[in-house]
């Protein structure tokens, strides 16, 4: 049992090439979420995917896009970098929503944009 | 809007010292309360939780109580070891049909023998 695992660990991009960042779960979460993580801002949510087939914008979602490709997977997609977008992002996954929602993080993605 | 503010580390305590991390919070609602842990190099994983208020969660020896008339939920360890070394985070959620977690900026422990 994997839990939530997220490739690539690392990645430096060039400002304006694109990439998807891939993430996959193994429990059966119906929810999904990116979150990016910068020095001294604690983590701040892009998107989210309630369940299979729905996606919805989080706190900072300029400049991405997702899929939700089945229940399993979810990526995140950068369409034309730029070195705001260096950052250390996380998938999470949940069963639910709500005052239980416990969400497990996968083991992040380091990102640089020269 | 909601939020979480943190004490601002970083925090170096010798080993066997008492750990406070102060945690306050700002939302409207009853909000679920959570304290997450990072260790070098790794995702965030959930330390302990609270749903409701006086609730007190614990694990590993970490504590930390929902205050409602305080909007607190401090993290407490009366004892701790080098491989508490990690960076903390405070979390809340609100209630029935809430997806997004709202993040304290975090603080770094360190722990020396």
């Known amino acids: 049992n994997a839990g939530v695992t997220q490739t690539p660990k690392f990645q430096v991009l060039k400002t304006g090439q694109s990439m998807t960042l891939q993430c996959a779960q193994d429990m059966n979460h119906n929810s999904m979420y990116w979150y990016r993580q910068d020095p001294g801002m604690g983590l701040r949510l892009i998107y989210y995917s309630a369940s299979e087939g729905t996606t919805d914008k989080g706190e900072v979602p300029n400049g991405y896009n997702v899929s939700r490709l089945n229940k399993r997977e979810f990526s995140l997609r950068l369409e034309s970098a730029a070195p705001s977008q260096t950052s250390v992002y996380f998938c999470?996954?949940?069963?639910?929503?709500?005052?239980?929602?416990?969400?497990?993080f996968g083991p992040g993605t380091r990102l640089t944009v020269l | 809007g909601n939020s979480v503010t943190q004490m601002e580390g970083p925090v170096t305590l010798s080993e066997e010292a008492f750990l406070t991390i102060n945690c306050t919070y700002t939302a409207t609602g009853y909000p679920s309360l959570f304290w997450y842990v990072q260790y070098p190099g790794e995702g965030l994983q959930l330390l302990l939780k609270a749903t409701k208020a006086d609730d007190k969660g614990s694990n590993k020896g970490f504590e930390a109580t929902y205050r409602k008339e305080t909007t607190s939920f401090h993290l407490e360890k009366g004892s701790v070891q080098v491989s508490d070394s990690a960076v903390y985070f405070c979390a809340l959620i609100r209630g029935a049909g809430s997806y997004q977690l709202t993040f304290g900026k975090g603080t770094k422990l360190s722990v020396i023998p």
């Open positions: 999470a996954s949940s069963e639910t929503s709500g005052r239980i929602n416990e969400q497990f």
